[in-house]
T-cell receptor, first 108, second 123 residues
Framework: DAKTTQPPSMDCAEGRAANLPCNHS???????VYWYRQIHSQGPQYIIH???NNETNEMASLIITEDRKSSTLILPHATLRDTAVYYC?????????FGAGTTVTVRA | GAVVSQHPSRVICKSGTSVKIECRSL??????MFWYRQFPKQSLMLMAT?????????EQGVEKDKFLINHASLTLSTLTVTSAHPEDSSFYIC???????????????????FGEGSWLTVV
């Protein structure tokens, strides 16, 4: 898996959009960008993934730059339940390597 | 709903005993499953790759005789922590690779699901 870099922590206001950056400058052409989150004492929850194109689902949007060296996960309307550690992973395999992630705290 | 399930979610065992954790794929058959371990305030660390019908592949530093993995069917992998010690207390998590992806096939970016995790406390 290509190395990814994320800020260690972020604070977000409830009801506002949360934009989580991820740098993956050494990503290879066949590696997908995956985002997971982990709420305390639970297994990682799948959020979204993509290869080149921007993706959107019921949870979030994923914006991947044209050169694929970075991406942004967007939570459109953050709620207190979105407080979690968010992991950005670049991989072309089912065997995923987790970094430290970003601890996101949503504040009322 | 969950497509990968673990059991038990929490277990407490005495030091020196063995404990088994199950990982099941509910909606698909999984030739390969992955086991991770997570200590408090740390990230997930891959322990081993569980292969149906063959031996597991362990990551460097993981004792294969201590962490026994059995992948007896296409929907079930088990992790047995043998002669458990307090330092083995951790959060154990699995993920599963659908059989349809096969071996040697190009990864097509399928969604990868994880189990809910199993908390092990050794006292």
């Amino acid at each position: 898996d290509a190395k990814t870099t994320q800020p260690p922590s972020m604070d977000c206001a409830e009801g506002r959009a949360a934009n989580l950056p991820c740098n993956h400058s050494t990503i290879s052409g066949n590696e997908y960008v995956y985002w997971y989150r982990q709420i305390h004492s639970q297994g990682p929850q799948y959020i979204i993934h993509g290869l080149k194109n921007n993706e959107t689902n019921e949870m979030a949007s994923l914006i991947i730059t044209e050169d694929r060296k970075s991406s942004t996960l967007i939570l459109p309307h953050a709620t207190l339940r979105d407080t979690a550690v968010y992991y950005c992973i670049a991989s072309n395999d089912y065997k995923l390597s987790f970094g430290a992630g970003t601890t996101v705290t949503v504040r009322a | 709903g969950a497509v990968v399930s673990q059991h038990p979610s929490r277990v407490i065992c005495k030091s020196g005993t063995s404990v088994k954790i199950e990982c099941r794929s509910l909606d698909f058959q999984a030739t390969t499953m992955f086991w991770y371990r997570q200590f408090p305030k740390q990230s997930l660390m891959l322990m081993a790759t569980s292969n149906e019908g063959s031996k597991a592949t362990y990551e460097q530093g993981v004792e294969k005789d201590k962490f026994l993995i059995n992948h007896a069917s296409l929907t079930l992998s088990t992790l047995t922590v043998t002669s458990a010690h307090p330092e083995d207390s951790s959060f154990y998590i699995c993920s599963a690779q659908p059989t349809t992806t096969g071996t040697g096939k190009i990864f097509s970016g399928n969604t990868i699901y994880f189990g809910e995790g199993s908390w092990l406390t050794v006292v």
